[in-house]
């Protein structure tokens, strides 16, 4: 059995990036640590995430505090802690916050990567600035 990739992440720590992602993202395993299998993030969702399809990759998420909206396929699911979603690519979605706590879960996406496109989204803001 291989213990290279064993990762131990104290509560509120996070894998390093490219560039500052934290408070809204923390990559807790990124495509490199699973051999590009899969990403893990905790998400902070502060504000609505427009309708949006992930052309390669399957998005699981795990609601652990707050509400939102997620909308899925044209229709709207109310989601609360505990709540788990399969959202499958190729196909649209969206999210709006609805609860006072900013909604907090964890996404997986597969294959691994989407930690890249935060990480290049981060960085276009900074250059924006």
Do not use: C, W
């Not at 990759?57 to 979603?85: H, I, N, Q, S």
């Not at 196909?91 to 879960?105: E, K, M, Y």
């Amino acid at each position: 059995m291989s213990t290279d990739r064993f990762i131990h992440l104290p509560q509120g720590e996070s894998r390093p990036t490219r560039v500052p992602v934290q408070p809204v993202f923390a990559v807790k395993a990124g495509s490199e640590d699973t051999g590009g299998v899969f990403s893990l993030l905790e998400v902070v969702v502060g504000h609505d995430v427009p309708l949006h399809i992930h052309h390669n990759d399957d998005e699981v998420v795990y609601m652990l505090e707050g509400e939102m909206e997620a909308t899925f396929d044209g229709r709207v699911y109310a989601v609360k802690p505990g709540d788990f979603l399969l959202l499958p690519r190729g196909v649209p979605h969206a999210i709006h916050p609805t609860s006072d706590v900013p909604p907090r879960l964890l996404q997986v996406s597969s294959p691994g990567g989407f930690e890249h496109f935060i990480e290049d989204v981060a960085a276009g803001m900074g250059e924006a600035a």
